[in-house]
């Protein structure tokens, strides 16, 4: 998948993706929501129900 980074996003909306953050932590869950500013919203992770990520802390999203 290639493209510019909201339309890789907009096409990942309701599928599962890895994130990386800059400290090291990994989050897989269900894509549900984005913004402009790549703020995420995640569904159904480990850690939580519903887990949000800012988008100054992103290294990468793997769909």
């Not at 869950?29 to 802390?57: F, K």
Request: hydrophobic share 35%; aromatic share 4%; glycine share 10%.
């Amino acid at each position: 998948m290639s493209g510019r980074p909201l339309d890789v996003l907009e096409a990942s909306l309701d599928e599962e993706v890895t994130v990386r953050l800059k400290g090291g932590e990994e989050f897989v869950g269900t894509l549900t929501g984005y913004d402009q500013h790549m703020n995420l919203v995640l569904e159904d992770t480990e850690e939580e129900d519903t887990t949000i990520i800012r988008g100054d802390n992103l290294v990468s999203i793997n769909p």
